[in-house]
């Protein structure tokens, strides 16, 4: 907490940072010019958690820095709206680094702007393309209830990150400045919960005191580039430092590219973690060649996803099937693999000759830092208040994200999104059930009723007989296709706890990448 007269001292000081600093005050889409950001004073925040990470490959860097300082007697100074902002993060120890990043206002290739004003007294910066370089997102807020607080997220899948673990690290910091007004510090001192592990990683929680940050290096102003549409190749992981599945010596290997028109991915099926055998089936490398749309476009009307195979591609990958499983053994055929518990905690499996895939898609086993663990699924989940990343391209090339997404554009709050389709097959008197114990027949997993999630015993045959979509009111619920237009307006999916879990029809044209039959199937109509 924040003595606020030391903070009105503060505020009355001269002012620093007598040496300005150069920031691109354009965006991709228009002209290159230069401002200079005066500091008019200095504030301190007390931090929270940093954590820098570096897997060894070229995309892996990441940072991400957090502080909540309650009762704050700081105040919000300055503006982005018009002029942008500046970045810094320092890393000290052994091998010490530093960078600036600068956070220009304007519009995305999307026409959103970067920043936007959160509340009544902050503001939020959101890059999630990379159209502006490696940060992601920052946030400086006063909240209604007297916090004050600082973020920033920072990915080497965006641009050049040069700041990196100092191996080992003793302290850090960072610092935002907002066009106009304050610079805000957030020191991670020694102080702090520090821990290192080697090159690839180092964290500094709760820092038990505040201090001002030092310069970092300030980049040379350059050129904007040449404006580039959106290419979803950007998305898909670098696995080269997988740890692989501990099988047979196979590893993965993945790429992706854009064309004028298409989206290609070409993968051999490797998953990059532990594979877990649930079938009989073994695990066999392929050459799949993947397409799909670079510019998708809602059609008139929904085509149905296949019965069985492909329906898109993981961000890892990884074919994605639909929700259906075979007609073989028939006492459980076209059921529901996911009630069934033949996938491992990443939701996948493997089919015959070898086809590993997913019915089933976890946050937590597709981003990069989960690359180069053999056991994502033992990481914790991801954060309720944080909005999900894509993991993975359905094969009308919109993306499907996890479940959690921002409640308007500004991202004042994070909702998960629910499925529309509710369980029509459902054994009476299961609901609420805790195990496949109280099934006379079936197995006991997540449904929606009536528009609430809860539990029953499903059949183990045909599982799309037995649930439809019905529309409801509210905007927490998906689509029939289980996707929606988010907050930016643009169409994607969703991934979802009960069926239809990943997608149940295409909302835009499809590429031809396998997968047959059309639901419910022969054997369940």
Known sequence: MNDPRKMSARRSGQRVGATSRRVLAGTVLMAAV????????????????????????ATG?????????????????GSPLTGGGVLEIL???????????????????????????????????????????????????KTSSGSLVLRASVSAKNGD??????????????????????????????????????????????????GVCAAAPTPTPSPVPTPTPDCAAGNFLDVSGAAGPSYNGLMPSLGASCGT??????????????????????????SYTFTFPRYPQVAANVTAVPLLGNVGVSVAGMPIFGVSEGPQPVSEAYGNPIAAAILDDCGSHSAQQGTFHNHALQVKCLTQSAVSKSQPWNDPDPSPDEPSPIVGYAFDGFPIYGPYECTDASCTSVRRMLSG???????????????????????????MIDGAETTACVPKTCVWSNNAYVAKASTDYLDQCNGHTGPNGDYHYHTTSTFPYIISCYRGTPTNNGGNGTPPGPSCS
């Open 34 to 57: 230069t401002a200079q950001l005066a500091v008019a004073s200095e504030q301190t925040i007390l931090g929270s958690l940093l954590t820098m990470r570096d897997p060894g490959t």
């Open 61 to 77: 860097r990441s940072v991400n820095a957090a502080a909540v300082e309650r009762d704050s007697g700081n105040t919000v100074v």
């Open 91 to 141: 890393a000290n120890g052994a091998s010490p680094s530093g960078q600036t990043f600068t956070l220009p206002q304007g519009t995305n290739s999307a026409g959103k702007p970067y920043w936007t004003a959160v509340g009544t007294r902050g503001y939020q910066y959101r890059d999630p393309r990379g159209e502006n370089g490696p940060v992601k997102s920052a946030q400086i807020q």
């Open 161 to 210: 990150v040069d700041v990196a673990p100092p191996a080992p690290g003793s302290d850090g910091c960072v610092a935002l400045t907002l066009s106009g007004g304050d610079r805000y510090s957030v020191k991670f001192g020694a102080d702090g919960t520090v821990k290192n592990n080697g090159a690839l990683s180092f964290s500094v929680r709760k820092p038990a005191s505040e």
């Open 261 to 286: 028109s298409t989206v290609t991915v070409q993968s051999n099926g490797i998953p990059t973690y532990q594979f877990i055998a649930l079938t009989p089936n073994g695990l066999q490398a392929k």
């Open 421 to 447: 389709w509710d369980d029509t097959g459902h054994e009476a008197g299961t609901e609420g059930c805790s195990s496949s114990a109280a099934c006379s027949s079936g197995y006991c997993t997540e449904v």
